[in-house]
């Protein structure tokens, strides 16, 4: 079956260092590759996402490219805030057995940016 | 335009009783998703309709949860009898798909928060 897999958390960073969050994944076809960000207290939001091999996802600093020879879609950002401390997941839409796109989420990774 | 609207924000209830929770989708989104969310876990579907037609429910403990999308909009979710472990956030979500896919992610509810003591 399909699933998602993010380096375990939490991840601990002072303001301005550069982030990567690692996201692998394992699904048939070819999906299409989102990162959500869930800020304390809220919903999860769509961070930004790619539908296609090479393509790059990007939003608030935040940059993504989907790699399918290494099946990896990893978060980066070159310099962190406070601000951007939250929870983020990895997620994919695949096509199922029964022909219809599914969705998977990892299981997140959490951001503490100190000031 | 307006969210993905869910109620009740926050339910406590006692083992073995029952409870429901509603979704009212993106207007024009066709496929509705319902996930369960365990502290420190990521999102896990539950069931997926396009309109009022079950996608996929592989995962919905048929034993105890149930759920309808019986005019293609709005959605009920059901848990009878409920369980210590069903305590988690249930997050309703939406999506505007072409050729199946979802076009622009998937928009998700605030949730409600159960918890079973």
């Known amino acids: 079956g399909n699933s998602v897999t993010q380096m375990e958390g939490p991840v601990t960073l002072s303001e301005e260092a550069f982030l990567t969050i690692n996201c692998t994944y394992t699904a048939t076809g070819y999906p299409s590759l989102f990162w959500y960000v869930q800020y304390p207290g809220e919903g999860l939001q769509l961070l930004l996402k790619?539908?296609?091999?090479?393509d790059k996802g990007s939003n608030k600093g935040f940059e993504a490219t989907y790699r399918k020879e290494t099946t990896s879609f990893h978060l980066e950002k070159g310099s962190v805030q406070v601000s951007d401390s939250a929870v983020y997941f990895c997620?994919?839409?695949?096509?199922?057995?029964?022909?219809?796109?599914?969705?998977?989420f990892g299981r997140g990774t959490s951001l503490i940016v100190h000031p | 335009e307006a969210g993905v609207a869910q109620s009740p924000r926050y339910k406590i209830i006692e083992k073995r009783q029952s409870v429901a929770f509603w979704c009212n989708p993106i207007?024009?989104?066709?496929?509705l998703y319902w996930y369960q969310q365990i502290l420190g876990q990521g999102p896990k579907l539950l069931i997926q309709?396009?309109?009022?037609?079950?996608?996929?429910d592989s995962q919905l403990p048929k034993d105890r949860f149930s759920a309808e999308r019986l005019k293609g909009v709005d959605s009920t979710l059901k848990i009878q009898p409920a369980k210590l472990e069903d305590s988690a956030v249930y997050l309703c979500a939406s999506s505007l798909v072409g050729a199946g896919r979802p076009l622009y992610g998937y928009t998700f509810g605030s949730g409600t928060r159960l918890t079973v003591v």
């Open positions: 790619a539908t296609k091999a090479d």
């Open positions: 207007s024009g989104h066709a496929t």
């Open positions: 997620a994919l839409s695949s096509v199922s057995s029964g022909g219809s796109y599914i969705p998977t």
């Open positions: 309709f396009q309109n009022n037609g079950v996608v996929d």
